[in-house]
């Protein structure tokens, strides 16, 4: 019986140590994470600017492309293998179902239209 008293003595401390352990880690790591709070704020601020910086360079990077249907005459000269008059053409006739109707519609010749088929299109 004395055997028996002193295990269930010795479960309950150590129960009870191990309450007060966790306890403390809670406490210990809350402090932490407070102390923390700060710099990971920062840290999410900088992670943004970042991303949208990103962003923004992707989308400098990508060649502009110009509306078949709305595009202005100097726009259209600033195509390459597209003068004056090829531009008043183009203008004429609208509206383009697609990019590729520049050669459909015989306004330019297929080997012209695939020099500058990545810088226009039909919305």
Known sequence: MGLA??????AAGCEGDSAEREKTIRDEAAK??????PAVEEASRDVKAAVDGAKEG???GKPKTIDLNSATED????????GPREAKKIIKSRPYKDAHDLVTK?????????KL???????
Do not use: M, N
């Open 75 to 82: 726009d259209l000269t600033g195509l390459p293998g597209v």
């Open 32 to 37: 932490a994470a407070e102390k923390a709070r």
């Open 106 to 114: 015989k306004i330019l010749s297929e080997s012209a239209y695939e």
């Open 117 to 123: 088929k990545d810088a226009v299109r039909a919305d």
């Open 5 to 10: 008293a002193a295990l269930v003595f010795v």
């Open 58 to 60: 992707w989308e400098k």
